[in-house]
């Protein structure tokens, strides 16, 4: 135990280096994002001048205007595009929660035979990178008769083992007497799920749609999707970064769009994502 009087923690000076520290590890991270912005607002001239210029010199939006022109000539309206990543984002993130919720809410809190080896299954799996289950996932999408069909991208992203993985974790700190007092007064299990379960792990699950959102909406779902109207966003601006070195900037307008939208979901629940990263672990 520590002496009476003595004040716990780092001291002022101590404090001080901490956070210097983290401003500075803080300020070379964004320095990527910072990088990408900037050669967004380049002109072509910029772009290519030896050696190149970190921040950009002369601003201009010509990037974007030649990118949103470049869309606005596609046979496909570039608002199909963009419907078709929200609609595969928005719909795979909500199954993906719910699939990953309820599954963690039995591994956590049920109590059957098994359920340690399927759970160190599902930790096994997360040792798997995506290409290596790439051709079963393939196999498995032609018998079902969803290739060239959003099913193929939707569905397999309600599966998500590393979300399986953290909610378990987040929800087997709940208290079982909640649970238990809740039985007592007749609450069903899916009752219990909804209105105890899910509200008290909402940091698990926002993490789980942060993973969730990223992932489908940089999927370029070539694999599986050859019909041009029902193709994404990421695949279509990658057709038109393949028009050579003269659409450099276009590139870096591409870029800063694909950014905003994983940003923007990190930046409004980050607390929620360093809650349940540092109660992972933690059990009751």
């Given at each position: 135990?520590a002496?009476?009087?003595?004040?716990?923690?780092?001291?002022?000076?101590?404090?001080?280096?901490?956070?210097?520290?983290?401003t500075?590890?803080?300020?070379?991270?964004?320095?990527?994002?910072?990088?990408?912005?900037?050669?967004?607002?380049?002109?072509?001239?910029?772009?290519?001048?030896?050696?190149?210029?970190?921040?950009?010199?002369?601003?201009?939006?010509?990037?974007?205007?030649?990118?949103?022109?470049?869309?606005?000539k596609?046979?496909?309206?570039?608002?199909?595009?963009?419907?078709?990543?929200?609609?595969?984002?928005?719909?795979?993130?909500?199954?993906c929660?719910?699939?990953?919720?309820?599954?963690?809410?039995?591994?956590?809190?049920?109590?059957?035979?098994?359920?340690?080896?399927?759970?160190?299954?599902?930790?096994?799996?997360?040792?798997?990178?995506?290409?290596?289950?790439?051709?079963?996932?393939?196999?498995?999408?032609?018998?079902?008769?969803?290739?060239?069909?959003?099913?193929?991208?939707?569905?397999?992203?309600?599966?998500?083992?590393?979300?399986?993985?953290?909610?378990?974790?987040?929800?087997?700190?709940?208290?079982?007497?909640?649970?238990?007092?809740?039985?007592?007064?007749?609450?069903?299990?899916?009752?219990?799920?909804?209105?105890?379960?899910?509200?008290?792990?909402?940091?698990?699950?926002?993490?789980?749609?942060?993973?969730?959102?990223?992932?489908?909406w940089?999927?370029?779902?070539?694999?599986?999707?050859?019909?041009?109207?029902?193709?994404?966003?990421?695949?279509?601006?990658?057709?038109?970064?393949?028009?050579?070195?003269?659409?450099?900037?276009?590139?870096?307008?591409?870029?800063?769009?694909?950014?905003?939208?994983?940003?923007?979901?990190?930046?409004?629940?980050?607390?929620q994502v360093?809650?349940?990263?540092?109660?992972?672990?933690?059990?009751?």
């Open positions: 135990m002496r009476r009087g003595r004040t716990l923690g780092r001291s002022t000076g101590g404090n001080i280096a901490v956070y210097t520290f983290l500075l590890m803080g300020c070379f991270m964004a320095l990527p994002m910072v990088y990408a912005i900037s050669n967004s607002l380049k002109p072509l001239d910029e772009l290519f001048v030896f050696p190149p210029k970190f921040f950009v010199q002369h601003p201009t939006l010509d990037n974007f205007a030649d990118l949103f022109t470049l869309m606005g596609s046979w496909v309206p570039f608002s199909r595009y963009i419907f078709n990543t929200l609609f595969i984002t928005v719909v795979g993130t909500a199954g929660v719910l699939v990953t919720s309820m599954g963690a809410f039995v591994l956590a809190k049920g109590k059957f035979p098994g359920k340690n080896l399927l759970f160190n299954l599902i930790v096994t799996s997360l040792m798997f990178s995506g290409y290596v289950t790439a051709i079963p996932n393939y196999l498995v999408m032609s018998e079902l008769n969803w290739i060239d069909t959003w099913l193929a991208v939707i569905v397999p992203a309600f599966g998500m083992p590393m979300g399986l993985f953290l909610t378990k974790q987040y929800m087997e700190g709940i208290p079982d007497s909640l649970l238990e007092a809740a039985r007592i007064d007749g609450a069903s299990n899916w009752c219990i799920f909804t209105t105890i379960i899910m509200p008290m792990s909402k940091p698990a699950w926002v993490t789980v749609i942060i993973y969730s959102v990223q992932g489908l940089n999927s370029k779902a070539s694999t599986f999707i050859y019909s041009e109207d029902l193709k994404t966003l990421p695949y279509a601006l990658q057709q038109i970064l393949n028009g050579g070195i003269a659409r450099t900037g276009v590139g870096c307008a591409v870029t800063v769009f694909m950014m905003i939208v994983p940003i923007v979901t990190f930046i409004m629940s980050q607390r360093m809650e349940t990263m540092a109660s992972s672990g933690l059990k009751e």
